[in-house]
């Protein structure tokens, strides 16, 4: 006879398999949703075909709290003033490559913010939200229906009674680029029907609704999407309500681009607008109306407002606000970055603060014939230098990437590898060497080069380098009886080779020769580069940075500088997106340009939500993070190494080196850089 708790074991292992089971069907259940999500994905990504689509948007903003700080903010300068309450309508042509790529053509604009200036330009990426695709907003937001962020999010689904399925998801842990919300799928195929996403994105917390588009063409694309955002800094508080439409019938000519016109978006626009949207243009129509009569009746000479009309209106937007303007052909384009941009300014323990800012200008003469002008200005605090660059391109043959390309500019202060040793042997015993600056040379360059594509996967460069390096100290020179101006006139070859076109690795080879007496040329040598470089995209926004390189000076006289192409010190402040791949942060400025050769090799891999975003409070705003090692050999020095974690967000980006000479430690150092409003 069995016991009461022989009985008792049997009925609570019979309760617990019952709810094993359960668990496992819901799993399972879990599971089979979604894998039938990624599986429609999958099925008709290849029937999206290539299409144009006219899409409406309308833009209401209220102004709830703000403060000065609001007229430092990028493109915020146009709602900083009175009134509070603002709206903006566009109609626009989305061209689409395919599900996941198009283009945006704005044709018609209008509202009552000044001069049809765009406000909150970050907006723009709500417009056309990708929701299968790994990321939402162009490597931001990771999308909760891709396969390969399914390890961030936690589901919960529920049955509804007319065939679909709501699927509920939230993160599994707090942080920026992940979402909450909801979405309604078909049970069968796995197409999702809509969608409520709530999240955060560039200091802007939003809840969106997205409904998709029910031709199966387009099933992969948004039909309507709704957004409420509210943007929070420094005190200020704006709410924005974001409507656009797709799909929209009614269909404008190309050449429309750009106009301003009311009576025009009336005629286009799909849907009326509302009491609100109606009571924000009766207010600015009734502004107008009555400035322009007080105009009308004032007879009186008056004096301008000079203050208003000069610091406010230019030298006031031009330091807190991008200028971006184009002729009326479309052939003319200039763009100004603002004075006032932390995003162009960063710091590290070896090269102090470094500030730039960034002009463009654009003329097309055909589809096939344009030129740019794009001038860079910096400064370097630390070194107390002024750094610029003015590259001109005239593309002549865009679809064989051809190009001729003058660039005039200076770099750093470089050292001539012999004059020390020279002076040095003459004048042992009566110079000091304490002087900085005594082997210093400024470099203004000249690179006028020609690139032509052979083929899909090779590129060839041909042209000239010129560099005129004078002393520093001239008077130092002098009294040593030492050249105090170097000059080098040196054709170059280049060759660069993508045998896997852009999924595999960048090999590039490179060839100067300075040849003397053309030009005043005083300097004889040859140089070699090889350099290799390769991106390669892991999926769900990870990335592994390769680089190698070597090169090295032959053929050389006894006066020359070693500078290199691919193993130089940058000067200007690039970004987490430009130059902390593949940049030494430790490596002294005198080491690039000490030696006949080096061998240099960097890595590092990318991914968002790794370590830091783990750590409490802190973790939520960590959207990347990078591990550094990067190595190189020099002539007369130890072999060199440097590792480094770095992390960026919507504020700033972070990195911490260490760097080692053969096995022992040598320093440690931070580096800095402003990601404030990278994308306003």
């Not at 603002?338 to 003329?363: E, H, W």
């Not at 055909?366 to 860079?376: K, W």
């Not at 340009?593 to 409070?617: A, D």
């Amino acid at each position: 006879m069995r016991s009461p708790w022989s009985y008792s074991r049997i009925i609570l292992a019979n309760i617990l398999f019952c709810m094993s089971g359960y668990l496992c069907a819901k799993q399972k259940k879990d599971t089979l949703i979604l894998e039938r999500i990624y599986q429609y994905r999958e099925a008709n990504l290849s029937e999206f075909e290539s299409k144009e689509d006219n899409v409406y948007t309308k833009f209401r903003y209220n102004v709830e709290r703000r403060n000065l700080t609001l007229w430092l903010i990028p493109t915020m300068y146009v709602v900083a003033k009175d009134p509070r309450e603002y709206i903006q309508e566009a109609y626009s042509k989305v061209k689409f490559k395919d599900a996941h790529n198009f283009d945006i053509n704005s044709q018609v604009l209008t509202g009552t913010i000044s001069h049809n200036r765009k406000a909150m330009p970050t907006l723009i990426d709500f417009m056309t939200p990708d929701i299968y695709n790994v990321d939402f907003y162009e490597g931001h937001v990771l999308s909760p229906f891709n396969k390969w962020n399914r390890h961030y999010y936690r589901f919960k689904q529920i049955r509804l009674t007319n065939g679909n399925t709501r699927l509920d998801f939230r993160p599994k842990l707090y942080n920026t680029q992940l979402l909450n919300g909801y979405a309604v799928v078909e049970t069968e195929t796995g197409r999702i029907l809509r969608t409520v996403l709530n999240g955060e994105f560039d200091m802007i917390t939003f809840r969106t609704e997205i409904t998709q588009n029910e031709d199966k063409s387009r099933s992969l694309s948004p039909l309507k999407c709704n957004t409420a955002a509210t943007f929070r800094f420094m005190g200020n508080r704006i709410s924005v309500l974001f409507n656009a439409y797709y799909n929209c019938s009614k269909s404008l000519p190309d050449s429309i681009t750009d106009v301003s016109s009311r009576e025009l978006i009336d005629s286009l626009r799909p849907v009326p607008l509302n009491r609100l949207d109606k009571k924000i243009y009766e207010a600015y129509d009734a502004e107008n109306a009555a400035a322009d009569s007080a105009a009308a009746l004032d007879t009186l000479p008056h004096k301008p407002n000079l203050w208003k009309k000069i610091f406010w209106d230019t030298v006031g937007e031009t330091l807190v606000t991008p200028i971006d303007a184009e002729s009326k052909s479309g052939n003319t384009f200039f763009s100004l970055s603002p004075i006032i941009n932390p995003l162009y300014v960063d710091y590290s323990d070896s090269r102090g603060f470094r500030y730039k800012t960034k002009m463009r200008l654009r003329f097309t003469f055909s589809e096939h014939r344009y030129l740019n002008i794009e001038p860079t200005i910096g400064y370097n605090f630390k070194k107390d230098q002024l750094y610029f660059t003015i590259p001109i391109r005239m593309i002549y043959n865009p679809k064989r990437n051809g190009y001729v390309e003058m660039v005039y500019g200076n770099g750093n202060r470089i050292s001539n590898s012999t004059v020390m040793n020279a002076i040095s042997r003459a004048h042992e015993d009566s110079i000091s060497f304490d002087n900085q600056n005594m082997d210093k040379f400024k470099d203004n360059h000249l690179f006028l080069i020609n690139n032509i594509m052979l083929f899909d996967w090779i590129d060839l460069e041909t042209g000239l380098i010129i560099h005129r390096r004078k002393a520093v100290n001239k008077a130092l020179m002098r009294e040593y009886g030492v050249p105090e101006e170097y000059r080098s006139f040196a054709p170059f070859v280049g060759i660069k080779i993508q045998p896997w076109l852009n999924k595999g690795p960048l090999f590039a080879l490179d060839w100067e020769r300075s040849i003397k007496g053309i030009y005043k040329s005083n300097l004889d040598y040859d140089r070699w580069e090889f350099d290799a470089q390769w991106k390669y995209q892991i999926p769900g926004l990870r990335f592994l940075n390769m680089r190698v390189g070597y090169g090295v000076y032959t053929r050389k006289a006894d006066e020359y500088f070693l500078d290199f192409a691919n193993f130089s010190d940058e000067n200007l402040p690039s970004g987490w997106n430009d130059d902390w791949t593949g940049n030494f942060q430790l490596l002294g400025g005198d080491e690039y340009n000490s030696s006949n050769y080096y061998f240099r090799y960097n890595l590092s891999y990318e991914s968002p939500l790794m370590m830091g975003s783990w750590i409490p409070y802190l973790g939520k705003y960590i959207e990347k993070e990078r591990f550094y090692i990067s190595g190189v050999l020099l002539e007369s020095s130890r072999p060199y190494y440097e590792i480094g974690y770095g992390f960026t967000n919507r504020y700033i980006s972070v990195g911490a080196f260490a760097s080692f000479r053969n096995t022992h430690f040598d320093s440690f150092g931070m580096k800095f850089e402003f990601e404030l409003f990278n994308r306003w």
